[in-house]
């Protein structure tokens, strides 16, 4: 059995993929720097590091987090439903190198080929796009904590909002001078792992559309044959000569043999 050049590169692309997927679920997704104070924060789980090196875990990021912890848990959904289609893929693309795939469902080859990695990178792409979010829902959370709406402009307390303000962004490093105040944050190991996730999903998927088969082994090229005549029997039959021949063979009909008329002339008989 030939196996396929082009099914083989796209698995190990995808393998690749799937492989920082299932990476980013057991990583950090944002880390957080004030002064010597370092927070690296995932769905479910927050460590915070002091200064002289004493680690803190944590269920939960500090309050107020509402809209921050329901970013972290739809980025992750997201990223586990793109890693959930992306195993199916695997799956059905190893199928395909074994010619495997096409016996089971040509319907199935077609949505192999052509949907299940579209669906997979739109999911992984959601997750990295709604993580992004995570500064707006920072403000949000500091908002309703503080004057009880969602949105504010820090007319109530210019001096706190001023100060903290510059935080509600999704990358941000503030310098302000003072080693004990500097701020810094920005995305970690799992929503970095999520990002290249996706971008090999979407060459994977080009490669899976151009590149790889799905539908069975091609058709082999029929050669031209060449007919022979028959052996079954020595001689060949009337029907299958040249007519030229038949008719050079055919038997020449009989010479007519002259006859003699008697002519009688009084009475004698002249032959």
Same mark, same amino acid.
């Given at each position: 059995?030939?196996?396929?050049?082009?099914?083989?590169?796209? $698995?190990?692309? $995808?393998?690749? +993929?799937?492989?920082?997927?299932?990476?980013?679920?057991?990583?950090?997704?944002?880390?957080?720097?004030?002064?010597?104070?370092?927070?690296?924060?995932?769905?479910?789980?927050?460590?915070? *590091?002091?200064?002289?090196?004493?680690?803190?875990?944590?269920?939960?990021?500090?309050? =107020?987090?509402?809209?921050?912890?329901?970013?972290?848990? +739809?980025?992750?959904?997201?990223?586990? %439903?793109?890693?959930?289609?992306?195993?199916?893929?695997?799956?059905?693309?190893?199928?395909?190198? %074994?010619?495997?795939?096409?016996?089971?469902?040509?319907?199935?080859?077609?949505?192999?080929?052509?949907?299940?990695?579209?669906?997979?990178?739109?999911?992984?792409?959601?997750?990295?796009?709604?993580?992004?979010?995570?500064?707006?829902?920072?403000?949000?959370?500091?908002?309703?904590?503080?004057?009880?709406?969602?949105?504010?402009?820090?007319?109530?307390?210019?001096?706190?909002?001023?100060? *903290?303000?510059?935080?509600?962004?999704?990358?941000?490093?503030?310098?302000?001078?003072?080693?004990?105040?500097?701020?810094?944050?920005?995305?970690?190991?799992?929503?970095?792992?999520?990002?290249?996730?996706?971008?090999?999903?979407?060459?994977?998927?080009?490669?899976?559309?151009?590149? +790889?088969?799905?539908?069975?082994? =091609? +058709?082999?090229?029929?050669?031209?044959?060449?007919?022979?005549?028959?052996?079954?029997?020595?001689?060949?039959?009337?029907?299958?000569?040249?007519?030229?021949?038949?008719?050079?063979?055919?038997?020449? =009909? =009989?010479?007519?043999?002259?006859?003699?008329?008697?002519?009688?002339?009084?009475?004698?008989?002249?032959?």
């Amino acid at each position: 059995m030939k196996l396929r050049l082009g099914n083989i590169t796209v $698995f190990f692309v $995808f393998a690749i +993929a799937w492989v920082l997927l299932m990476g980013s679920f057991g990583c950090y997704w944002y880390k957080q720097v004030k002064g010597d104070t370092e927070t690296l924060i995932s769905y479910n789980h927050v460590k915070i *590091i002091s200064p002289s090196g004493q680690e803190e875990d944590h269920t939960h990021i500090e309050a =107020p987090s509402r809209r921050q912890t329901a970013i972290f848990q +739809a980025a992750f959904g997201m990223a586990i %439903l793109s890693w959930v289609v992306l195993g199916f893929i695997l799956t059905f693309n190893m199928l395909a190198t %074994l010619h495997m795939l096409h016996k089971i469902s040509p319907k199935l080859s077609t949505f192999t080929k052509c949907f299940l990695p579209s669906i997979s990178f739109v999911l992984g792409i959601m997750s990295v796009l709604i993580f992004v979010g995570l500064g707006e829902a920072r403000k949000r959370d500091y908002c309703w904590e503080k004057y009880d709406t969602e949105n504010c402009d820090g007319s109530e307390d210019p001096t706190s909002f001023n100060r *903290i303000s510059p935080t509600f962004k999704f990358v941000y490093d503030v310098d302000k001078g003072d080693p004990y105040d500097h701020r810094y944050g920005g995305p970690y190991t799992g929503w970095i792992c999520v990002l290249i996730s996706s971008a090999l999903i979407f060459v994977g998927g080009i490669f899976s559309y151009t590149w +790889a088969g799905y539908h069975g082994p =091609p +058709a082999r090229r029929s050669s031209p044959t060449i007919s022979t005549p028959s052996t079954s029997s020595t001689h060949p039959s009337s029907s299958s000569r040249p007519i030229a021949d038949q008719i050079d063979k055919k038997p020449l =009909p =009989p010479t007519p043999t002259p006859t003699h008329n008697k002519i009688e002339i009084g009475n004698s008989n002249y032959v």
